[in-house]
């Protein structure tokens, strides 16, 4: 941590400054130090931030202090504080940081999201709610039901506002911004700022303070980043080799289709490797399992489409592997993200074939670096031809940038295959040499050139607005 800021200097009331202790947090994290003042101070911000740097705690405990310390009446079903979310993974876990931090406090909260049988959420509406968490669906049902009251809403919190957009939630955010009240303080946080958020935050915030973290693609360092370059059909094999190998206990593994995802675990599980895959065509009670024996060490290996993925927050975890690059460069960021958190450190290894190879030029574009090309280790015996499951091949060719973006305009959060080519495995048989890994700047790629940065002074509007306490 770079900021000097300590938890004491933020004046959170006791019972939170408890909590935090308990939690194991000793200094705010870069986005706390800047975001808790001003959220404490009352008018709307725009933060850049992403998964990982402990946003979460940035806006929750700021939010806890003021409803904590700002007494209001609450009735049943009708929350001070709403925060919208993506997905269903990301809600829990908002809400679970709610439950730790607000632990000794009396206020109440509930998560919201669709998947699961509606009922039970009726039950919790009919009691105080202080917090809302919420995905944009679910919310919506429960308007239209009348279950919930948004009319006392304080605090509005737009978390990942980049992936809820991407994710074609845009009409709900507006259905939900038309039943809330005027007077409110507005908190919008996004990793990435494209035309549409920015058109976004300037019709939702008034004169808002804007914080910023370093980009995790501009502090990725502490994750070790290599990639092996493997034929596509060589991958499931390589990948049980090198779990055994390396005896990793806790892989998070990615796969760019739902079908890749439950292909990879069942061949995971027939070498005897434990695996779970989650994706939107789970269940939400079985993407839940899967993380939970993720989590306890009931699974080694989780494999998850980078939509499912959002918002997995696991501590430490210190291995992830790219089974496919992904199509859009910035979701390499989010899914190396998952690993060397909070600035633990850990590694990232991709598994790329000849085709990905125009991926992989944009992902070094991005994060301005060259990923270290490691040779297969000694010991890994290639599949026979004979040996290889039908749809073992490489993805279809990248179409650059401009191609198809996961889980664009997708309700369930579940991006959208691109598998199927229907080609035939392609690319020279792995390398069974021994060599020493090749050094920093040996891929086979141009060198990374610098990516513009993008601008955020347009982010602003000039209407005042306050919370209206
Ligand atoms: P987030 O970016 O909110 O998903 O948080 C990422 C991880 O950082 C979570 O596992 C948090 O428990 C952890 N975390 C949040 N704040 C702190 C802090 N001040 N010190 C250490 N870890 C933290």
Redesign the pocket.
Known sequence: MTTETTFASLALAEPIMRAIAD?G?????PI?AQAIPQVLAGGDLLAAAQ???????GFTLPILHHLSTQAAQSKPGRPRCLILVPTRELAAQVEESVKTYGKYLSLTSMVMFGGVNINPQFKALKSRVDILVATPGRLLDHMGQKTVDLSGVEILVLDEADRMLDMGFIRDIKKVLAVLPKQRQNLLFSATFSDEIRTLANSLLHNPKSVEVARRNTTVEVIEQSMHRVPQAHKRDLLAHLIKHHNWQQVLVFTRTKHGANKLAEKLIKDGITAAAIHGNKSQSARTKALASFKDGGVRVLVATDIAARGI?I?QLPQVVNFELPNVPEDYVHRIGRTG??GTTGSALSLVDDEELAYLRDIEKLIKRSIVRVEIEPGFVPPAKADLMSDERPPRPPQGRGGPRQGQGARSGQPGGRNGSGRAPQGKPASGGAKPAAGRGAAPNSPAQPRKPRPQAALFSSKPGTRGH
């Open positions: 939690a947090y000793t200094t705010p994290t706390q998964t990982g740097t402990g946003k979460t705690a927050d501590d958190r909070a």
